[in-house]
């Protein structure tokens, strides 16, 4: 059933919205050149490491941006340390920052639900770095495909910890159920229209 969702839904969605897919990456390459989409390896279910893909919303050297940041202001240094992202980044270049307040950065994961790595409803996908901060509960994470949107996306997102974040998953997990999908991927639609607070 939730595979079926899944493909059936990702379709519909990555037809619908071509149009705004075709003009987002004419945008990118405009305004800061190739390449339009950004891979990550990110953790999947049994531990599988997939690319999952976004629009890219930093600049292209943000990897050393970020370096540079980090040695040099302690106070980024311990935002990083504490949520793995900065409220205020500034590799993000003015695009980026549209994309990702919107949440349209991530409509290429559709692409990854429909290679069987994502699920449209599950936990939040994470890098290896950050799988000891799960303890536990990372035995329940790793038993899921990760998801587009879940139960942080539309609890709070960055107004939340990474503690509560985890805590999120574990439930998720534990009460997950069809129904309860349904009202995820119902409540995703108005934090999309109506609640800009970015991931």
Aim: net charge positive.
């Amino acid at each position: 059933m939730k595979r079926l969702f899944d493909v059936t839904f990702s379709v519909l969605v990555i037809v619908f919205l071509l149009p705004a897919i075709a003009l987002i990456s004419l945008c990118i390459l405009i305004s800061d050149g190739r390449p339009v989409f950004y891979r990550q390896k990110r953790v999947g279910r049994d531990g599988r490491v997939f690319d999952c893909l976004k629009f890219r919303t930093m600049r292209r050297d943000a990897d050393r941006l970020l370096k540079e940041l980090l040695d040099q202001n302690p106070v980024l240094l311990q935002e990083w340390r504490a949520c793995q992202k900065l409220r205020n980044d500034p590799r993000i270049h003015p695009i980026g920052h549209f994309l990702r307040v919107s949440s349209l950065d991530e409509l290429p994961q559709f692409l990854n639900v429909l290679r069987g790595e994502m699920s449209v409803v599950g936990p939040r996908p994470i890098v290896e770095d950050e799988m000891a901060r799960y303890g536990e509960c990372i035995n329940d994470y790793l038993m899921m495909k990760p998801g587009i949107t879940g139960l942080w996306q539309v609890s709070g997102r960055s107004d939340t910890s990474y503690a509560e974040r985890v805590q999120l998953d574990a439930q998720y997990f534990q009460n997950r159920t069809t129904w309860l999908d349904l009202k995820i991927v119902w409540r995703t639609v108005g934090v999309f229209l109506f609640d800009h607070n970015g991931c």
